[in-house]
């Protein structure tokens, strides 16, 4: 999330700068933490782009449980901020899953999400990929969503995965049962397709792993990429 | 019911499908399939097979422990090796018509070598998704004692292959599933100095698949 005009021809790219070659009003910007939200908001302000922040986290069933039975409890969920108020909520779920329900990673739980909660100020969502739906139907765990204090929204996407349409036709099935509301997305890690390869040596590089042995579920898609986003956006 | 199960199956083909590749790498950005090996069984009779050893444009080169596992011999592949498109044009028919295919943690591994060549060919895979049993998955299925439970009716794709995908992504400690321990294990007669050859591990594949499918509702 460098500022704008600082990609550098064979390093990295800036997000802010793809944003702004394409002409993008607003960018959702999902991160695994807090971190990266500061640099995010003053770089795409300055360069006139509003951002929409959320954090990605996992919610388990009681965050209280340490042990190998809470990981069978838990999947992942997008927190998005509406506004400033849903960004100062967000930092105290944040900080709650990052102090009291850290294990292995932040978590929190859904009674402790609720206490924070308000629908005016953020948005849950439900990814396509490491999502209950996911979890509970292709692993043996047993995630059970506690929705009735929001009205989630559960992004969908297609990245040729072997298993993305059964996915797909699963969490279609939920959204129509529970009349929740679905929306197509993707999720984008870098540029264009043909920097697949920079982004896999990366991944090695922090599982400590090699391109020849990477040891990384399912990553034999190189569609998570903005070129591929515009390939759906252009039709 | 029980008529339809698949080991009562006389009409399907099965495609038994392995792949060796350069490495364990899931993309073709940085792999490639060298040599892959498939039989063709009816009714529990091998009735066709291939072993076609495959030559790409690329500057990809097989990794030190592949070739000595997989015993890969640079003469003997420049003898046999024949052009990727001609390749796919043997394979890709008998993948695509055949009714199930099956490999050994083929859902963990082949198929995403399956989705690369045939994306680099401009053809869709996912039509061959659905047809794929795992028998590394349904035997770690059978020894977690995770039973295969069959909805009413006829097998339908989807539950054959969310139990697989389940299996696959739950982890247990000290359970040996690959092919060799499988097939010693089932005491099966095979020649097991032969085994990282193609075509020996796909006739043991179906040796195993053969005392699986009896322990297995499906």
Not at chain 1, 15 to 39: H, Q, R, S, T, Y
Not at chain 1, 109 to 129: G, R
Not at chain 1, 181 to 199: L, P, T
Request: net charge positive; hydrophobic share 35%; with cysteine.
């Amino acid at each position: 999330m460098e500022k704008e005009g600082s990609s550098e021809k064979d390093g990295p790219d800036s997000i802010v700068d793809i944003a702004k070659e394409n002409e993008l009003e607003e960018v959702f910007l999902v991160d695994d933490c807090m971190g990266g939200f500061l640099e995010a908001y003053t770089n795409l302000a300055e360069a006139k782009i509003k951002l929409i922040f959320g954090v990605r986290l996992t919610v388990c069933e009681d965050c209280s449980q340490k042990n190998e039975g809470a990981i069978n409890t838990s999947s992942k969920y997008v927190i998005l901020c509406r506004n400033k108020r849903g960004y100062e909520r967000l930092i105290k779920i944040y900080s709650q899953a990052a102090k009291e329900g850290f294990y292995y990673e932040p978590r929190i739980d859904f009674t402790e999400l609720k206490k924070s909660w308000s629908n005016e100020d953020l948005i849950l969502a439900v990814p396509f990929y490491d999502s209950f739906v996911f979890y509970n139907n292709f692993s043996s765990r047993n995630c059970i969503p506690d929705f009735s204090f929001c009205n989630p929204v559960f992004f969908t996407e297609d990245n040729k995965l072997p298993f993305d349409k059964i996915l797909l036709s699963l969490v279609q099935k939920y959204t129509k049962e529970q009349s929740y509301q679905e929306r197509k997305c993707k999720s984008v890690y870098y540029k264009d397709k043909a920097h697949f390869k920079a982004y896999l040596t990366f991944r090695c590089i922090n599982n400590r792993s090699s391109l020849e042995k990477p040891e990384l579920n399912n990553m034999c898609s190189d569609t998570f990429c903005f070129e591929s986003w515009k390939e759906i956006a252009n039709g | 019911m029980d008529k339809d199960l698949l080991r009562f199956d006389k009409k399907s083909t099965f495609v038994f499908c392995d792949f060796e590749t350069y490495n364990l790498c899931l993309n073709f950005a940085h792999n490639r399939p060298w040599q892959a090996g498939l039989i063709k069984v009816k009714g529990n009779k091998i009735i066709d097979s291939l072993d076609l050893h495959i030559k790409w444009d690329t500057k990809l080169k097989i990794g030190e422990e592949a070739a000595r596992i997989t015993k890969y011999s640079e003469s003997n592949f420049r003898k046999r090796c024949i052009d990727h498109k001609k390749a796919f044009k043997q394979m890709s028919p008998w993948l695509d018509k055949c009714d199930y295919i099956v490999g050994h943690n083929f859902l963990g591994f082949d198929i995403y070598l399956l989705k690369g060549y045939y994306e680099t060919m401009g053809k869709d895979y996912s039509h061959l998704v659905g047809k794929i049993i795992d028998t590394n998955c349904l035997a770690r299925g059978l020894k977690y004692e995770i039973p295969f439970r069959r909805g009413n009716g006829k097998l339908t794709q989807e539950e054959l292959l969310l139990y697989q995908y389940k299996i696959m992504n739950t982890k247990r400690r000290r359970v040996r599933s690959n092919l060799e321990s499988l097939g010693r294990e089932y005491t099966i007669d095979h020649d097991y100095d032969t085994l990282h050859d193609a075509l020996s591990d796909l006739r043991l594949n179906m040796k195993v698949w053969n005392k699986l499918k009896l322990q297995i509702e499906i």
